[in-house]
Every structure is written in C-alpha cells, then in structure tokens.
C-alpha cells in the first residue's frame, strides 16, 4: 500500500521536483486560459500565481498544501467590463479585483472573531459529501470538452462540430495510461503517473502534429511578465465584485475537500480565516500589476488524492517553478501549449476523483441516509447542482456548486433550528409506541 506523504514532509530534491512538476502541468492549461480569454499577458498571471501560492502557504504557517491558480468565476463579468479592448479596459478589472479582495481579507476577520463552529452546523456530513462531490461533477463536463467527447459551448462553434478521432485518441491513450499507471506502477512511478500520463500524451500529440510548434520556436527564451496597472472606476467595482461571493463559497467547498483529503480539519488549524486572507492578499497583488484574481484549484487537489502526496514543499516547488517560467518565454510556450487532448483526458480522471471523495464522506462519516432531513440535503444539493438551475442578481450568476452550496448551508441550518426548537418529527418518530 502507497505511504502517504504528509504535510510537513521534506522529499529529496529529484523525487521532489517531479512531484512540483506534476502539480504546475495539471493547472497550468487551465490557470493560463483564463489570460487568454481576457487577452492579457500569460507570463505575469503565472508570476503572481506562484507567487500568491507562497504567500498563500506562509500564511497559513505551512499547514495547507493548496495552489493558487486563476479563478474561473471571473470570466463572465470581467468580459462585460473589458467590453473587447483589454488595452484600454483591463486596468478597470483590476481595481475591481483589488476590491474583490479586500472583501476576502474583511471576511476572513469576520470568521476570525466568530469562529468556525457555524460550519458543523452548515456543513453537516450530508451537505458536506454532497457539495464535495458537486465540486468534481460541475467540471467533468469542462473535462469531456476538452477530451473531445462533448461539442464547444458555443452554438455557432458546436454548430460544425463532430467527434474528431485524432483528439479521442490522444485524450484515451492519456486517460489510460495515468489511470494503469495508477494501478500498475509501483515505487516512486506510482506517485509521478501523473506526470507520465501527461507526458506520453504530449509525445503522441507531438507524433501526430498536434503540437503547435511554431508558438514555442517563436518564444523568446527569456521575456520580463507585462505590467499593467489598476484604475478604479466604480461601475467596473460594481460588476465585479458580486462575484466574490461565489470565490468564497468555492474556497470553503476546495478546503473541506483537502481537509478531508489529508484527514485534517484544516478550516480550524490553522483556520478558515487564514486561507481566506492568504487568497485575499493574493488577489489583492495580483490586482496591483496585472494579474488575475486567485483561487484555490481542483486540479491540484484531485492530484493530492490520487498521488497521496499532501506536502506544501511540493506545492511550494511548484509555484517557484512557475515564477520561474514567467520569466522565460519558451518553457512557458511548452507548458502552455499542452494540447487540450492530454489535459482533458488527466483532468476527467482528477475531476472524478474530487466527486467521489465527496461520497467517501457519506461511508466515512457513517451519514444515515434512512433519516429524512440527511435525504433531503443531499438530495437537493445534487439536484440544484447538476439540473443547470441559475440564480441571477444584476450581472451575477449563481449556478452549479456555488448555488448548490447556498442551498445546502441554508437547508441544513434551517433543519437544525427545526430540531432545537422541538418542530421536527425526526425525534418523534424514533419513539417507542408506547411513549407516543
């Protein structure tokens, strides 16, 4: 049986560094997508999110292994703001991300001061498991996109789409090597399969000329990170900042998802203020040169679980590597041009990993499912989840795991009420007759 790698834990240099190298592939396709979307300089995004990973990690005293990558939630008012001329708009986002998270850093204090016993009563294990497995679930269809199996999101593209053969191949050949790899491999090959799975589907994508090639010959070896800097302007703030609901959420769904993971209740030590600030801080510096708000990132996590490797010097290895690249245009040209294939085919594996640690909870925490109210959480939350049901406030969309989240906090805060109050029937129904 694979040892477990525990936090605190130092590695050799080799074994380490291929461990770091593991982490900065699985992210990086898609920390750097969200640069693009918003045409902005990948190198500067990828040098404050290594960096905001280890301001991330030194805040929370070296006890959270999590890297920060660009957040998702971003993308949808951030267009509206950028409106199509980064040049001109983006420094608008940018104060608006300062904004978002300042936000991070006032809620950090607010949970700082009243505690985290509101998430026992929040998060109950039928929550919990549920909204775990909803984090893993909302992405593999993101996942099935970029495998091949699934058409593009939008109409006029998925219009002329059909299943190209060449990308099924590339996504499956590295689909099943990480998974044999998984399974197959023992010593130190077992942690870094991974790494190997993406490496055969990048050869094989190279084999059949997926790889666009002449972006990593035209890249300059070495290249300074473009700065740009923020400009406040509060309509943008407005758009924007709604959205920062949504991180938290997601923050707090990534850290019960490590917590159960590395089997520590980490929202307590070292506390679920501190990972807050640590992203809030981040994003706040990120904000200030040209970056892009940060969160904590799936991909990672569902390497965590896979390779049971939980060690932040490992995360830590992986976000200098990262600093590094964002100064040398052609390593950076080789990471980012990853084909789709290959991160799609290891991230249906990660993906799912996350959803079915979400069910582990359910098994290890015993969650009757015989009792009504245990039913009914996990039942809503998965059907709010995965139904497509949106929420809109302004410019602001709930959906998914976040609305799925809201829904189950609200729930199972409002059931336990019914229960202190003597109004639910729970109780009574587990009487004897005789008592009745």
Avoid at 110 to 127: E, L, N
Avoid at 411 to 435: M, V
Wanted: hydrophobic share 55%.
């Amino acid at each position: 049986m694979q040892r477990e790698i525990q936090v605190n834990e130092k590695l050799p240099f080799g074994p380490g560094f291929l461990l770091s190298l593991q982490h900065l592939f699985a992210m990086f396709g898609s920390t750097v997508l969200v640069p693009n979307i918003f045409g902005v300089d990948p190198g500067m995004i990828l040098l404050m999110n290594g960096i905001g990973t280890l301001l991330y990690i030194l805040l929370c005293k070296g006890k959270i292994p999590a890297y920060l990558g660009s957040s998702f939630a971003f993308i949808a008012p951030v267009s509206i703001v950028i409106n199509g001329n980064p040049g001109d708009n983006y420094g608008k986002a940018l104060g608006a991300f300062i904004v978002t998270g300042i936000i991070f850093c006032i809620v950090a204090l607010i949970v700082k001061y009243a505690g985290t016993r509101w998430i026992d009563f929040a998060f109950p294990p039928a929550v919990m498991g549920a909204v775990i497995a909803m984090i893993g679930l909302e992405i593999v269809p993101v996942a099935a996109r970029m495998a091949g199996f699934l058409p593009p999101t939008d109409p006029a593209e998925a219009a002329n789409w059909s299943i190209d053969p060449t990308t099924i191949t590339i996504s499956l050949i590295t689909l099943g090597v990480t998974v044999l790899g998984s399974i197959l491999f023992r010593g130190f090959p077992k942690i870094i399969h991974i790494l190997i799975g993406i490496v055969t589907g990048y050869a094989l994508s190279f084999a059949f000329g997926v790889v666009k090639v002449e972006n990593i010959k035209e890249a300059s070896f070495f290249s300074a990170p473009h700065m740009t800097t923020p400009v406040f302007d509060w309509a943008a703030v407005f758009t924007i900042i709604p959205v920062a609901l949504v991180v938290i959420v997601e923050h707090i769904g990534h850290l019960l998802v490590t917590s159960n993971i590395v089997g520590k209740d980490l929202s307590k030590d070292p506390g679920l203020h501190r990972s807050l600030l640590g992203n809030g801080i981040s994003t706040i510096l990120s904000g200030f040169v040209g970056s892009t708000p940060n969160t904590t990132y799936g991909e990672n996590i569902g390497v965590m679980a896979l390779t049971k490797v939980y060690s932040v010097r490992v995360i830590g290895g992986a976000a200098v590597i990262a600093i590094l690249l964002s100064f040398s245009g052609t390593f950076s040209a080789i990471v980012a041009n990853i084909p789709e294939p290959v991160m799609g085919g290891v991230s249906l594996l990660l993906f799912g990993v996350i959803a079915a640690s979400g069910l582990r909870i359910f098994v290890e925490q015993r969650v009757d499912f015989s009792k009504a109210s245990n039913m009914l959480l996990a039942s809503l939350v998965f059907v709010v989840g995965v139904s497509g049901i949106t929420f809109k406030l302004g410019n602001v969309e709930l959906k998914g795991m976040a609305l799925a989240t809201i829904v189950g906090m609200v729930l199972a805060i409002l059931f336990k009420l019914f229960d202190i109050l003597g109004l639910s029937n729970e109780k009574a129904d587990k009487q004897p007759a005789a008592e009745k």
